[in-house]
């Protein structure tokens, strides 16, 4: 049978560049939550909850953006994937569905 060849498009990125883009959402995140802290000290009213409520909520959503990998990339072909398949004999003695014994349980000469 032929085998279809693997697109560029269906490569997953390297993790090089998955890392780097996760650093930086987690970075823009955390600077956005330092910028929070810095306007509580000059906002009042609903201002002062908004930014409270930011820094104390956004460290929680840079873990998680920072830890969210590429999820809309269909997952890769990899040429080394191994499928391993058993045969379905049961156990060693045992009579299978045709009245066939399975393999010898004793020593081998």
């Not at 939550?33 to 909850?49: D, H, P, S």
């Amino acid at each position: 049978m032929k085998q279809s060849a693997q697109s560029v498009t269906s490569i997953p990125r390297s993790p090089e560049d998955e890392r780097r883009s996760r650093m930086t959402k987690y970075l823009v995140t955390m600077g956005i939550r330092i910028v929070c802290l810095v306007l509580m000290l000059f906002v009042q009213g609903w201002w002062l909850a908004v930014c409270a409520a930011g820094a104390i909520l956004l460290p929680y959503f840079a873990v998680v953006l920072g830890n969210v990998g590429t999820s809309w990339v269909s997952h890769a072909e990899r040429p080394t994937a191994i499928e391993v398949y058993r045969r379905p004999d049961g156990p060693a003695g045992a009579a299978g569905p045709a009245g066939s014994v399975g393999p010898e349980t004793g020593p081998r000469p």
